[in-house]
Protein backbone atom coordinates (compact mmCIF):
# COMPACT_ATOMS: atom_id res chain seq x y z
CA UNK A 1 0.00 0.00 0.00
CA UNK A 2 1.55 3.61 -1.34
CA UNK A 3 1.82 5.19 1.95
CA UNK A 4 2.68 8.93 1.68
CA UNK A 5 5.39 10.92 3.90
CA UNK A 6 5.20 14.64 4.32
CA UNK A 7 8.22 16.45 5.98
CA UNK A 8 9.25 19.62 6.74
CA UNK A 9 7.50 21.69 8.93
CA UNK A 10 8.71 24.01 11.66
CA UNK A 11 8.42 27.19 13.61
CA UNK A 12 8.68 29.84 11.54
CA UNK A 13 8.23 33.48 12.44
CA UNK A 14 5.89 35.63 10.04
CA UNK A 15 7.26 36.71 6.84
CA UNK A 16 8.97 33.21 6.86
CA UNK A 17 9.12 30.79 4.40
CA UNK A 18 9.26 26.86 4.47
CA UNK A 19 9.73 24.20 2.00
CA UNK A 20 7.73 21.14 2.35
CA UNK A 21 7.97 17.57 0.96
CA UNK A 22 5.88 14.61 0.10
CA UNK A 23 7.61 11.19 -1.03
CA UNK A 24 6.16 7.89 -0.94
CA UNK A 25 8.99 5.32 0.15
CA UNK A 26 8.77 2.14 -2.64
CA UNK A 27 6.31 3.91 -5.02
CA UNK A 28 7.01 5.95 -7.52
CA UNK A 29 5.07 9.00 -7.75
CA UNK A 30 5.48 9.99 -11.59
CA UNK A 31 2.17 8.83 -12.41
CA UNK A 32 0.21 10.17 -9.41
CA UNK A 33 -1.46 13.52 -9.12
CA UNK A 34 -0.44 15.10 -5.67
CA UNK A 35 -2.52 17.22 -3.91
CA UNK A 36 -1.57 18.98 -0.47
CA UNK A 37 -4.29 20.36 2.03
CA UNK A 38 -4.10 22.37 5.33
CA UNK A 39 -5.80 21.93 8.81
CA UNK A 40 -5.70 24.57 10.89
CA UNK A 41 -7.11 23.22 14.52
CA UNK A 42 -10.57 23.79 15.27
CA UNK A 43 -11.25 24.30 11.67
CA UNK A 44 -12.36 21.95 8.05
CA UNK A 45 -9.45 21.03 5.59
CA UNK A 46 -8.19 23.28 3.57
CA UNK A 47 -6.87 22.49 -0.16
CA UNK A 48 -4.05 24.26 -1.16
CA UNK A 49 -3.26 23.45 -4.87
CA UNK A 50 -1.97 20.00 -6.95
CA UNK A 51 -0.02 19.17 -9.57
CA UNK A 52 -0.54 16.82 -12.24
CA UNK A 53 1.76 13.72 -13.16
CA UNK A 54 3.15 16.18 -16.11
CA UNK A 55 3.55 18.82 -14.12
CA UNK A 56 0.66 21.36 -14.32
CA UNK A 57 -0.03 23.23 -11.68
CA UNK A 58 -3.52 24.74 -9.80
CA UNK A 59 -3.97 26.64 -6.55
CA UNK A 60 -6.42 27.38 -4.47
CA UNK A 61 -7.96 31.62 -4.43
CA UNK A 62 -6.54 32.32 -0.97
CA UNK A 63 -2.79 30.29 -1.82
CA UNK A 64 -2.11 31.80 -5.08
CA UNK A 65 1.03 33.76 -5.36
CA UNK A 66 2.19 32.68 -2.13
CA UNK A 67 2.56 28.94 -2.32
CA UNK A 68 3.94 26.58 -5.22
CA UNK A 69 3.96 22.90 -5.77
CA UNK A 70 6.39 21.52 -7.76
CA UNK A 71 7.76 18.26 -8.32
CA UNK A 72 11.06 16.25 -9.13
CA UNK A 73 10.58 12.72 -9.88
CA UNK A 74 14.00 11.73 -9.59
CA UNK A 75 13.68 12.09 -6.23
CA UNK A 76 10.25 10.81 -6.22
CA UNK A 77 9.42 14.13 -4.22
CA UNK A 78 6.60 16.64 -4.29
CA UNK A 79 7.31 20.32 -2.62
CA UNK A 80 5.51 22.71 -1.50
CA UNK A 81 7.71 26.39 -0.85
CA UNK A 82 5.63 28.51 1.08
CA UNK A 83 6.75 31.94 1.28
CA UNK A 84 5.28 35.86 3.48
CA UNK A 85 4.12 32.94 5.76
CA UNK A 86 1.66 34.79 8.45
CA UNK A 87 0.11 32.93 11.87
CA UNK A 88 -3.08 32.36 10.25
CA UNK A 89 -1.19 29.47 8.28
CA UNK A 90 -0.59 27.34 10.96
CA UNK A 91 -1.84 24.38 10.24
CA UNK A 92 -1.24 20.52 9.56
CA UNK A 93 -0.21 20.34 6.42
CA UNK A 94 -1.06 17.15 4.51
CA UNK A 95 -0.38 15.41 0.85
CA UNK A 96 -2.74 13.32 -0.73
CA UNK A 97 -2.33 11.39 -4.32
CA UNK A 98 -4.72 9.27 -6.87
CA UNK A 99 -3.80 7.84 -10.09
CA UNK A 100 -7.63 7.36 -10.27
CA UNK A 101 -8.36 10.49 -12.85
CA UNK A 102 -7.33 9.94 -16.53
CA UNK A 103 -7.90 13.54 -16.59
CA UNK A 104 -6.69 15.22 -13.84
CA UNK A 105 -7.67 18.06 -14.11
CA UNK A 106 -5.75 20.95 -12.30
CA UNK A 107 -8.83 23.43 -12.35
CA UNK A 108 -10.72 21.00 -10.52
CA UNK A 109 -8.37 18.97 -8.51
CA UNK A 110 -8.81 20.02 -5.00
CA UNK A 111 -12.30 18.26 -5.47
CA UNK A 112 -10.66 14.86 -6.44
CA UNK A 113 -11.43 12.08 -4.17
CA UNK A 114 -7.86 11.29 -2.80
CA UNK A 115 -6.79 7.13 -2.21
CA UNK A 116 -3.41 8.08 -0.39
CA UNK A 117 -2.76 10.35 2.17
CA UNK A 118 0.18 11.50 4.14
CA UNK A 119 -0.22 11.82 8.19
CA UNK A 120 0.63 15.49 8.20
CA UNK A 121 3.28 17.55 9.38
CA UNK A 122 2.86 20.53 11.97
CA UNK A 123 3.88 23.98 10.42
CA UNK A 124 3.51 26.90 13.12
CA UNK A 125 3.85 30.87 12.29
CA UNK A 126 4.72 32.79 15.15
CA UNK A 127 7.38 35.27 17.13
Known amino acids: QLQLVESGGDLVHPGGSLRLSCTAP????????VAWFRQASGKGREGIGCISAGGRTGYADSTKGQFTISRENGKNTIYLDMNSLKPEDTAVYYCAATNFYADYNVARCLGFVYDYWGQGTQVTVSS
Open 26 to 33: GYKLDYYG
